[in-house]
Nanobody, 127 residues
Framework: QVRLAESGGASVQAGGSLRLVCEVS????????VGWFRQAPGKQREGVAV????????GYGDSVKGRFTISRDNAKMTVYLQMNSLKPDDSAMYYC????????????????????WGQGTQVTVSS
C-alpha cells in the first residue's frame, strides 16, 4: 500500500519561506510523476509543481513560477517543495501526489491525473 505523508506546513508572514516535505512509503523512482497540489477553502484543487521522475522534467503552475521549487531525494524517498516569497494567496492545504504510469509528453497539472495522495499540510500566509 502506498502512503504519502506531508509535513512542514506552518503560519508565516508574507515574503517568508517554507519547505514542505513529502515522505513516500516506497522509492519515488517507482512513480512516473510526483507533485504538489493545493486547495484553498471554496476553491478547486490546483496543481502547484510536478516532476517526471524518469526525465527530471518539471512543470509549475503559473501563479508559483519563479517562487516555488520541487525536488526529490530518492534515497530518502522524499519529495520537497521549497516555497519562497510567499503571498497570502498561497494560503491553502498542500497535498503531495504521485502517479504510477505516464506516457504523455506534457506534464499534467490536473489533480484527476494522479492516483496517490497524502492527507495534506496547512500553509497560512498573513499579510
Amino acid at each position: 500500500q502506498v502512503r504519502l505523508a506531508e509535513s512542514g506546513g506552518a503560519s508565516v508572514q508574507a515574503g517568508g519561506s517554507l519547505r514542505l516535505v513529502c515522505e513516500v512509503s516506497r522509492s519515488t523512482d517507482s512513480f512516473a510523476l510526483v507533485g504538489w497540489f493545493r486547495q484553498a477553502p471554496g476553491k478547486q484543487r490546483e496543481g502547484v509543481a510536478v516532476m517526471d521522475t524518469r526525465s527530471g522534467g518539471i512543470g509549475y503552475g503559473d501563479s508559483v513560477k519563479g517562487r516555488f521549487t520541487i525536488s526529490r531525494d530518492n534515497a530518502k524517498m522524499t519529495v520537497y517543495l521549497q516555497m519562497n516569497s510567499l503571498k497570502p494567496d498561497d494560503s491553502a492545504m498542500y497535498y503531495c501526489a504521485a502517479r504510477g504510469v505516464f506516457h504523455g509528453v506534457r506534464l499534467p497539472l490536473s489533480p484527476s491525473d494522479y492516483n496517490y495522495w497524502g492527507q495534506g499540510t496547512q500553509v497560512t500566509v498573513s499579510s
